[in-house]
Nanobody
Framework: QVQLVESGGGLVQAGGSLRLSCAASGRSFSNYAMGWFRQAPGKEHEFVAGISWGGGSIYYSESVKGRFTISRDNAKNTVYLQMNSLKPEDTAVYYC?????????????????WGQGTQVTVSS
């Protein structure tokens, strides 16, 4: 079992930045691929970014590529999502995700563990 707790969400103006964190507890964090999804009101979960257990493989959705950066610190059992150049369409609840396989996503059904989510609101 892995418990995931997100933090760092909030309200920011368009063009601004936020850094989300996801702290993991439970079984060995470094054995899991980690990632981020988001869900806007009335929409399904959307894959945002993923990172392999060792950090050697990183991948993004086209909608955030070049603006968001995912990273992890296995010594701190934490994964991060640095979000720059935020747009109003980035507004959503952001969820941390863990997968026992080689990678997270893109389908939410493949995720083994979810965090509770953190709200990100980008004003125009």
């Amino acid at each position: 079992q892995v418990q995931l707790v997100e933090s760092g969400g909030g309200l920011v103006q368009a063009g601004g930045s936020l850094r989300l964190s996801c702290a993991a507890s439970g079984r060995s964090f470094s054995n899991y691929a980690m990632g981020w999804f988001r869900q806007a009101p009335g929409k399904e979960h959307e894959f945002v970014a993923g990172i392999s257990w060792g950090g050697g493989s990183i991948y993004y959705s086209e909608s955030v590529k070049g603006r968001f950066t995912i990273s992890r610190d296995n010594a701190k059992n934490t994964v991060y999502l640095q979000m720059n150049s935020l747009k109003p369409e980035d507004t959503a609840v952001y969820y941390c995700a863990a997968d026992k396989g080689l990678r997270v996503g893109p389908l939410p059904s493949s995720v083994d563990y979810w965090g509770q989510g953190t709200q990100v609101t980008v004003s125009s």
